[in-house]
């Protein structure tokens, strides 16, 4: 999503935009996706293959910028040696993730040499922003997610009952098991709501036999759902619910559901860590991560209808970020050219 949302606007600004992807079945699809660029499907033999196509295609093409999202070793190896300019995108530290000692050494070496490469870093998270300038004293672009669902013509609710949605992947690294234990606590009593959570992940089984094991006949874990559906479940939702741990991780993170839940406008749920509590400033209902919090603030929340909730998204659109990426480059390119002359 944040590079192709900041493709298109970059397209918008007049800018010849490429995308190169290893090529699959999700990948090619991107071609009609991405129609407002150029999208090269890298294919090769094993990863050295792919990383000598990948090499080709930047040599090819020749840009003027190369936008990096994350540093690890396939786009790494991919710049190394060469002069392109290059803007690294940090949307997470991959090294504060629950790897191996292996895959967290590896990310950490990536990291490493990002910081190193990169013309302009630019950072999703005011907290990365800050460890970047006192740890490693680099000066960072400040570039959050931003809003990003279309705009669905209004769907019927597809509820019977008061309602509260989670959207998000279940993940090994995820809190949901918070709302899990928090329904356990609210019981299945009539007038509790039903808990819809909605997105796929490594952990979707095991959820789904979790909630059946369970008896809680008042959670439905739908998995993946297509846009126009999880459009009309966040804007016809009595509540979003959103549980986020305070850890190191989770402060680094920039969580996109939080703009799709802006755009619903319904009553939000979840806890003030890092980016969640700088987008959403006082307009949430906050509460400290654990289960007895969360039910008891459904409960609360529930007993009465909750009207809409206007946030003002005009500082969250991706053509601002597209622009404060592009004056960043450009303000960095004409410093190079006043220190050469």
Known sequence: MRLRELGRHLAAEGLDVHYAVDDGPFNASLVDVLDFASVHLIRGCGRIGRLIARRSTLEKVKPDVTHILNPQPSNMATIYGTNSFVVVDWDELLSTRRFALSMKTISRICEAYGRRWAQVTVVSSRYMQETFRSEFGIESLYLPYATYVERFPRLPTPFTKPTVVYLGNLHQDGDFDILLDAWRILGTAHEVPDLHMIGGGDRLANVRRFVESSGMNNVRV????????????????????????????????????????????????????????????????????????????????????????????SRFEWSGRARDLLDAVHKHIAARHRRAT
């Open 222 to 313: 739908h998995g993946y759902l297509p846009w126009p559906e999880v459009w009309a479940y966040l804007e016809n939702a009595d509540i979003l619910i959103f549980p986020i741990r305070d850890t190191v991780t989770n402060r680094m993170r920039c969580p996109a559901k939080v703009f799709a839940y802006m755009q619903a406008g319904r009553p939000i749920i979840t806890n003030p860590v890092g980016e969640v509590a700088e987008a959403l400033g006082d307009s949430a209902v906050y509460v400290d991560p654990t289960p007895t919090a969360f039910a008891d603030a459904v409960r609360e929340l529930s007993t009465s209808k909750r009207p809409h909730v206007n946030h003002d998204l």
